[in-house]
């Protein structure tokens, strides 16, 4: 089974419009974490967001926010007032074990978000 | 601007050659992270290594790749010998802990004839 599922491979949003990128997870630890990254044409990997699953508010930076919904396993990107910068592949990715030490990312196959002016 | 660096940033080698890829972590950032990304597998770990002392490696092909950190400050993947299958873009990143993110450095994108 996926640990990390993206459903969307591409979309199209036009310019200023709010943008949810879906992300659902596998797992039967108790302590993970959850992260986005954003990977524009250039190829870097950029940090969007974390959210713990512990934490009991979604998490939030800037225009990009976490909707955590932990029984439905689901972490999904918002991205607030889309740009034309925003453009990019975005990966959810996924921390398990964390109580015993774990580090490892896993990623989901990500999704190619085109903006629309 | 703490980032991670990695040289180089392109590779064009033939088959059979040797290639040695490098990656300077941030400043105190105790864990480094190997991963390759590929159209058909995406993004996968290779191996990563905290305090220097490799945690696991078993993403990686253990008869021609190599990891390794001979300094904080330095870790290398090396592939011997290189095949065209292995052409992807490779990166690496650091940490400092398991609540703590990862920050990428830009890649090196490597090609195989």
């Known amino acids: 089974a996926q640990k990390i599922t993206q459903t969307q491979p591409g979309m199209f949003v036009q310019e200023k419009e709010a943008v949810t990128l879906d992300c659902t997870y596998d797992?039967?630890?108790?302590?993970?974490?959850l992260f986005w990254y954003k990977q524009p044409s250039s190829g870097e990997m950029i940090f969007l967001i974390y959210?713990?699953?512990?934490?009991?508010q979604n998490a939030t930076e800037g225009r990009y926010s976490l909707n955590f919904q932990k029984a439905r396993k689901s972490a999904n990107l918002v991205i607030s007032a889309s740009q034309l910068g925003d453009s990019a592949m975005y990966f959810c990715?996924?921390?398990?074990?964390?109580?015993?030490?774990?580090?490892?990312?896993?990623f989901g196959t990500g999704t190619r978000l085109t903006i629309i002016p | 601007d703490a980032r991670v660096t990695q040289t180089p940033r392109d590779k064009v080698t033939e088959m059979g050659q040797e290639v040695t890829m490098r990656c300077q972590p941030i400043?105190?950032?105790?864990?480094v992270f190997w991963y390759r990304q590929t159209m058909m597998q995406g993004l996968e770990l290779l191996a990563y290594?905290?305090?220097?002392?490799?945690?696991?490696d078993s993403g990686m092909p253990k008869d021609r790749f190599s990891a390794e950190m001979p300094d904080a400050t330095l870790a290398t993947l090396k592939i011997q010998p290189s095949e065209p299958r292995d052409s992807a873009v490779y990166f690496c990143?650091?940490?400092?802990?398991?609540?703590?993110?990862?920050?990428f450095g830009p890649g090196t994108r490597l090609l195989v004839l």
């Open positions: 959210q713990g699953s512990y934490d009991e």
């Open positions: 400043l105190g950032h105790n864990t």
């Open positions: 290594f905290r305090n220097r002392a490799p945690l696991d």
């Open positions: 990715a996924m921390r398990e074990g964390i109580n015993f030490g774990n580090e490892k990312l896993t």
């Open positions: 990143a650091s940490g400092s802990g398991v609540r703590e993110t990862q920050y």
């Open positions: 797992t039967s630890d108790q302590s993970y974490g």
